[in-house]
């Protein structure tokens, strides 16, 4: 007797419970259970530990982000105002 048990997962949900516990998500591939082609009949996920660098740098990337975008809003203040001052 052949008993199988399967489980399938909302992918969203499977990847928000990843990226909670501290994975990255490095490859993902798709099988051929439904009729895609691919190298493989099983969904694969390719999951990588963060490392605490690539987590520093991440984050420091999101606040040079936004300090990108205040600086480019007083630069624009800023030649508005030479802009001012030049037609008086």
């Known amino acids: 007797m052949l008993i199988l048990f399967l489980i399938g997962f909302q992918e969203s949900l499977l ?11 490095v490859g993902k591939y798709y099988g051929s259970w439904c009729g895609r082609k691919s190298f493989t009949y099983q969904d694969l996920l390719i999951v990588e530990k963060k ?3 690539k987590s520093k740098l991440s984050n420091y990337q999101m606040v040079l982000k936004k300090y990108k975008s205040k600086l480019e809003r007083i630069k624009i203040q800023i030649d508005a105002s030479k802009s001012q001052i030049n037609q008086t």
């Open 15 to 25: 990847i928000d419970w990843i990226k909670e516990s501290g994975l990255n998500i």
């Open 51 to 53: 490392t605490e660098f």
